[in-house]
């Protein structure tokens, strides 16, 4: 089991709520990762980071951001919730040395419902 | 950035048998694939890495090639148990540490 954990799992909120999923994770990694699934669907990389202070944006277009403030925790944010915003949110780290240690591990992720 | 392929269709066997998943990418050849599982309501878990200049890697009864020519990669579990039932997923360095991941190949091994 990887260390590397999301709270809440579930979450069910209404239209136009702030929300904030937690990811945190204490292996030391410097990058870490946010993915958007849909069931039956590939992962799409939402947002990255390479270690403190870094932020990046992924292929996919979001309207959440992060914040890597310190080097465990990679919170996501989205100001206003919308339907389209449901959908199952992956938090991944890893390794900065590459190659090999390029290999993620996934918490188990937060199932969102905006309705 | 790359387009990974994967069979949509569930791969149904039965136990003992093996089982094998293919993976296709569309453009340049990535410095290595990789291969992990994910299981219902769950993140995925890392399986297997091969490298570009690798053409087999083995880790107990998984066995993964990457045909550049071929811009394939197959994965294969030998023996195959009920509990390898699970979706496989196929993932290709993009660079910058970030990878682009396929939909998935939902294995099914009945008793």
């Known amino acids: 089991e990887a260390d590397i954990y999301q709270t809440p799992r579930y979450l069910v909120i209404g239209t136009g709520k702030k929300i904030t999923l937690e990811c945190s994770q204490t292996?030391?990694?410097?990058?870490m990762y946010w993915y958007q699934q849909d069931p039956g669907m590939e992962l799409h990389l939402i947002h990255y980071s390479y270690g403190v202070n870094s932020t990046e944006k992924g292929d996919l277009s979001s309207e959440s951001t992060v914040s890597r403030i310190r080097t465990e925790h990679f919170p996501l944010t989205l100001e206003s919730a919308r339907p389209s915003h449901t959908s199952q949110y992956l938090c991944?780290?890893?390794?900065?040395?590459?190659?090999?240690?390029?290999?993620?591990?996934f918490g188990p992720g937060t199932r969102l419902t905006v309705l | 950035s790359q387009k990974i392929e994967q069979n949509s269709e569930a791969l149904n066997i039965q136990e003992g048998k093996t089982a094998t998943l293919t993976c296709n990418y569309t453009n340049y050849s990535p410095a290595y694939l990789q291969w992990y599982r994910q299981d219902p309501g769950r993140g995925p878990v890392f399986l297997l890495l091969i490298r570009e200049n690798e053409k087999e890697k083995r880790k107990e009864r998984l066995k993964v090639t990457f045909d550049t020519t071929l811009k394939q990669s197959l994965f294969h579990i030998t023996a195959s148990q009920p509990a390898d039932s699970a979706t496989y997923l196929c993932a290709c360095d993009e660079g910058y540490s970030t990878l682009t991941f396929g939909k998935g190949t939902m294995l099914l091994v009945s008793p």
């Open positions: 991944a780290s890893s390794e900065l040395a590459g190659g090999e240690r390029d290999t993620q591990y």
């Open positions: 292996m030391g990694h410097d990058k």
